[in-house]
């Protein structure tokens, strides 16, 4: 079977809830990296060449995690309509949408970054450690020449220092590493389907957008642990996953919640926002809205930093993809 070569990273079938229907399946990005709007139809949308596919040692491609990821979709797609249509689901059915949202939420670039980051600093992390330990180092240097070959005196100095130093240098991550990321995903679906849903309803002319980070899940700072802050499975954790421009699906641990609610524009606005503090670069609506674009714009510098206090050096190298 020919490996398809345009991958999108937020589904079609999803951003056509978020596009105009005039001009036709039109949707607006906006890039909050250049500070541009631009409208574009939904296939020509958050798309990247080959994004999920493995290129194999004979210069081939395996693209099964893109299938894989189709069929979540494919399930999905007409189980978003039962939500927005006030429709009960089925077990099975809230196992198939619960799936859907934790692969949305780890398919992200703003996620595989983070876990691209959070990798190369733990292993900066051992390399520190190594380096501030006379015995550790000595062993490591006889294990490192062993390997390379003598080094000098001054060679062996430099080296220390860079262990101890990572900031000095730059790590650029190969897209493929970061597939690996996908192996946190079956950890989610049950999760996500054991949370209490409501979906809350836009009113006009508030309207929700989406991002390519749109699954987001917060703890209230007032209930944060001061050592490990929150996680999905906080009891005050609130997930967010706008459905379509009017709904948006709201996941908390509360039991005592409405499976429908109408969001007024207090609601709405705060939603948004964190679409745009937690989006990697771009957002997603149905018009040209100058006030979107100042929004991104106003938190294009939010992305998330990983925090690692404690032990360790100062700062770490900073991490980017690498795309080939």
Not at 65 to 77: H, M, N, P, R, V
Not at 121 to 140: E, I, P, S, V, W
Not at 152 to 175: C, G, N, T, W, Y
Not at 313 to 322: D, I, K, N, Q, T
Request: net charge neutral; proline share 6%.
């Amino acid at each position: 079977m020919p490996v398809k070569k345009r991958h999108h990273f937020v589904p079609k079938f999803y951003l056509r809830h978020f596009a105009a229907l005039e001009p036709q399946e039109t949707i607006w990005t906006f890039d909050t990296e250049k500070d541009e709007a631009r409208g574009s139809t939904v296939d020509a949308t958050a798309y990247e060449k080959y994004l999920y596919s493995v290129k194999l040692e004979d210069g081939s491609r395996r693209d099964d995690l893109e299938d894989f990821i189709a069929d979540i979709e494919d399930k999905a797609a007409p189980l978003l309509k039962k939500l927005i249509n006030r429709e009960t689901l089925l077990d099975q059915e809230r196992m198939d949408f619960a799936s859907f949202i934790a692969i949305m939420y780890v398919r992200t670039d703003a996620f595989r970054h983070q876990y691209a980051e959070y990798m190369m600093r733990f292993h900066q992390l051992q390399m520190y450690a190594t380096a501030c330990h006379d015995g550790a180092f000595k062993t490591h240097i006889e294990r490192y020449q062993r390997d390379r070959g003598a080094m000098s005196d001054e060679e062996i100095d430099q080296l220390r220092d860079s262990m101890k130093s990572p900031q000095k240098f730059k790590v650029s991550v190969a897209k493929d590493f970061t597939l690996a990321a996908f192996g946190l995903y079956d950890r989610l679906p049950p999760i996500f389907f054991n949370m209490n849903w409501t979906i809350l309803e836009a009113q006009a002319p508030q309207y929700f957008i989406t991002s390519d980070n749109p699954v987001i899940f917060e703890v209230p700072p007032a209930y944060q642990s001061p050592i490990y802050g929150g996680g999905i499975v906080h009891k005050m954790v609130e997930l967010t996953f706008p459905l379509t421009a009017q709904h948006c699906l709201l996941a908390t641990w509360n039991k005592e919640i409405f499976p429908w609610f109408a969001a007024p524009r207090e609601m709405v606005k705060p939603i948004n926002r964190y679409r745009a503090v937690y989006a990697r670069r771009f957002l997603f609506g149905p018009r040209n809205d100058y006030g979107i674009r100042k929004l991104g714009a106003k938190y294009k510098e939010s992305r998330l930093q990983l925090k690692m206090d404690g032990f360790g050096p100062e700062e770490y190298s900073p991490v980017s993809l690498r795309r080939k």
